[in-house]
């Protein structure tokens, strides 16, 4: 009997059970090992398959898709090393809960432990980070039942909707060869399918209602409080019910950019700086907060959400996002449909002095911002979040990075509509941001837009690299500071012996020769009123844009220092 190598037949029947889970887009590195899914995916034509050199960006790159199409997208690579470079997008799909689904080539049980080549221990080698770990053996055509079920269950532990959270998933699988078909076999994907087209165990959809109890009580303890406050971090839930609630509520909304709710008229964009004017934040002690998504950004935000503010978290999957251990109940339901469910009955508030004082306080920080920032012709970090966040269109995407970018953007980005502004705050690193970013620009429908530092960008560049199956537009707004800026603001600044060496960083890399080494095109905005034009010009022309704005990290610690004496007289001034 002619051997048909099962290693092929059985990948082709795992990817066509992925797809009719729901999987539409792939990533993958090259490798041997992991040929016979890459060969798979390559023949599927419903499947999106999206090549890296780098298995780091590979995993960056399938995040920013999960991200921006809220669906699972798969990884794939080879064995050995490759496994581990997946690791920090893991770490972040984990602590950001996107679905992400790891198919890693492992060498067959024989082979392991003996010194076979490209051989590492891959069982449960992403810890407790993964929410499902299957080690699917090695590939036999007589098992495509047990590896439909395991493809159809890979997507559901993904998806969060087996009782979990959303995140990633491991299946390792152990491939011997031969590892391609022999030639003239035909695969047959659909073999042993489910003949309705479906998967083999459908999964259903994550619907968190909040239990009945949760909101008398909740509706309650909102319609008797005056002085409230919606806080919303790092979350995709749907925004809209909630800044629905605030406004019915007549509470302030103090939103991260990246939270969806950095918008409407309860929006206050300024917090960062009135929470850090002692005497506006002891006029402004809340009575109850709600706090949705997880709050990363502003360190004053969190300091001003002490123990002895009563505060109640939403989350859907009932996380532990607390790390001032303050909150007093925690809400296991989607925060959009507990908001939907006790807004109706929300005895309309008569307009009081509460959210009044909030909004004139953003008002005038806000003016007292644009009239520092006026007084400078070339562009700055605040200017470039401020004025980035305004220029974008309607529909457009911003991924932003950690660093100064999203806290620049979290400080001067004025509420608006229709702009989605994404970030990697789970575990708020400065790695796989290009491809992250790049991802997201895939898969989101309308003009795609970043906001990185310079070492966020060099850290990633490989997320440049081309490859046969191409690059999405994408405009990169680079704050070119020559290093990590974000150290000058931090108490290590204070001593200047071997700063530069270990914090600052300096690299002096040239932005237009690195923009065309990568096939990039690039411009230098040295005017601040010319950024929007700059930026809109290079979406129109479509390809992948770095927009550089340079600027002095001492400069801009000075100039944040001066924006926030002129807060603090504006404030005072009310
Ligand atoms: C993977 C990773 N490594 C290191 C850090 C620590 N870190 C935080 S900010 C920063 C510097 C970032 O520099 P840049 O992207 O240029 O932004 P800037 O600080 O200049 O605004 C570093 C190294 C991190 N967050 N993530
Ligand atoms: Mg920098």
């Known amino acids: 009997m002619s051997r048909r190598p099962p290693a092929p037949a059985v990948a082709a029947v795992l990817v066509d059970e992925l797809v009719r889970s729901g999987m539409t887009d792939a990533c993958?590195?090259?490798?041997?090992?992991?040929?016979p899914l890459a060969m798979a995916l390559h023949a599927d034509d419903r499947v999106r398959l999206h090549v890296r050199h780098d298995e780091r960006c590979a995993g960056?790159?399938?995040?920013?898709?999960?991200?921006?199409?809220?669906?699972?997208?798969?990884?794939?690579?080879?064995?050995?090393?490759?496994?581990?470079?997946?690791?920090?997008?893991?770490?972040?799909?984990?602590?950001?809960?996107?679905?992400?689904?790891?198919?890693?080539?492992?060498?067959?049980?024989?082979?392991?432990?003996?010194?076979?080549?490209?051989?590492?221990?891959?069982?449960?080698?992403?810890?407790?980070?993964?929410?499902?770990?299957?080690?699917?053996?090695?590939?036999?055509?007589?098992?495509?039942?047990?590896?439909?079920?395991?493809?159809?269950?890979?997507?559901?532990?993904?998806?969060?909707?087996?009782?979990?959270?959303?995140?990633?998933?491991?299946?390792?699988?152990a491939l011997r060869e031969p590892l391609v078909p022999q030639v003239g076999q035909d695969l047959d994907p659909a073999l042993g399918a489910r003949p309705d087209g479906g998967p083999w165990t459908a999964t259903g959809e994550r619907v968190r209602p909040p239990a009945p109890a949760d909101l008398a009580w909740l509706a309650e303890r909102v319609q008797a409080t005056e002085r409230g406050v919606l806080a919303v971090g790092d979350t995709d839930v749907d925004t809209r019910p909630l800044i629905g609630l605030a406004s019915a509520a007549g509470w302030?909304?103090?939103?991260?950019?990246?939270?969806?709710?950095?918008?409407?008229?309860?929006?206050?964009?300024?917090?960062?700086?009135?929470?850090?004017?002692?005497?506006?934040?002891?006029?402004?002690?809340?009575?109850?907060?709600?706090?949705?998504?997880?709050?990363?950004?502003?360190?004053?935000?969190?300091?001003?959400?002490?123990?002895?503010v009563p505060q109640v978290l939403i989350?859907?999957?009932?996380?532990?996002?607390?790390?001032?251990?303050?909150?007093?109940?925690?809400i296991t339901a989607d925060p959009a449909l507990t908001a939907a469910g006790i807004v109706d009955d929300l005895l309309e508030r008569p307009a009081g002095g509460w959210m009044a004082s909030w909004r004139r306080a953003d008002d005038a920080v806000a003016a007292a911002f644009d009239e520092v920032l006026a007084a400078q012709e070339q562009p700055s970090e605040p200017s470039t979040a401020r004025d980035l966040a305004a220029a974008l269109p309607e529909g457009a995407v911003l991924t932003v990075a950690s660093s100064m970018p999203v806290r620049d953007l979290a400080m001067f980005m004025r509420p608006r509509q229709?702009?989605?502004?994404?970030?990697?705050?789970?575990?708020?690193?400065?790695?796989?941001?290009?491809?992250?970013?790049?991802g997201v620009a895939e898969a989101h429908e309308g003009p795609a837009f970043a906001l990185a530092g310079d070492l966020s960008v060099l850290h990633d560049q490989n997320g440049f690299l081309p490859t046969p199956s191409g690059r999405p537009d994408l405009v990169i707004v680079v704050v070119n500071n020559d290093g990590g800026g974000i150290f000058s603001f931090l108490p290590q600044a204070r001593f200047p012996r071997g700063y530069e060496t270990l914090f600052g960083t300096p690299h002096g890399i040239d932005m237009a020769a690195f923009a065309n080494l990568y096939g990039l095109r690039h411009r230098l905005v040295a005017a601040?009123?010319?950024?929007?034009?700059?930026?809109?010009?290079?979406?129109?022309?479509?390809?992948?844009?770095?927009?550089?704005?340079?600027?002095?990290?001492?400069?801009?610690?000075?100039?944040?220092?001066?924006?926030e004496d002129a807060a603090a007289r504006a404030l005072a001034e009310l």
Request: charge should be positive; glycine fraction near 10%; proline fraction near 7%.
């Open 28 to 35: 993958l590195a090259p490798g041997s090992r992991s040929a």
């Open 60 to 173: 960056f790159l399938a995040l920013g898709l999960a991200k921006a199409s809220r669906r699972p997208v798969a990884v794939v690579c080879t064995s050995g090393s490759a496994v581990a470079n997946l690791h920090p997008a893991v770490v972040e799909a984990d602590t950001a809960r996107v679905p992400l689904l790891l198919l890693t080539a492992d060498r067959p049980p024989e082979l392991r432990g003996t010194g076979a080549n490209q051989t590492i221990d891959q069982i449960k080698i992403f810890g407790s980070a993964v929410r499902w770990f299957c080690e699917i053996g090695v590939p036999e055509v007589e098992l495509v039942t047990y590896v439909r079920s395991a493809g159809s269950r890979a997507v559901g532990e993904a998806r969060g909707v087996l009782g979990g959270s959303p995140g990633p998933v491991h299946v390792n699988l």
């Open 252 to 308: 302030p909304i103090l939103a991260e950019p990246q939270s969806g709710a950095r918008t409407g008229p309860n929006a206050v964009a300024a917090y960062e700086h009135m929470l850090r004017d002692a005497p506006f934040a002891a006029a402004h002690d809340p009575d109850l907060v709600i706090t949705v998504g997880r709050l990363g950004v502003s360190k004053t935000l969190q300091a001003w959400l002490a123990p002895d």
């Open 315 to 330: 989350d859907p999957d009932g996380a532990w996002h607390d790390p001032g251990r303050s909150v007093r109940r925690i």
């Open 418 to 438: 229709a702009l989605r502004v994404v970030g990697n705050r789970g575990a708020s690193g400065i790695d796989g941001f290009v491809s992250t970013a790049l």
């Open 528 to 563: 601040a009123a010319d950024l929007p034009d700059a930026v809109l010009r290079a979406s129109a022309a479509g390809g992948i844009h770095l927009v550089e704005v340079r600027t002095d990290r001492a400069a801009n610690v000075a100039l944040h220092r001066r924006l």
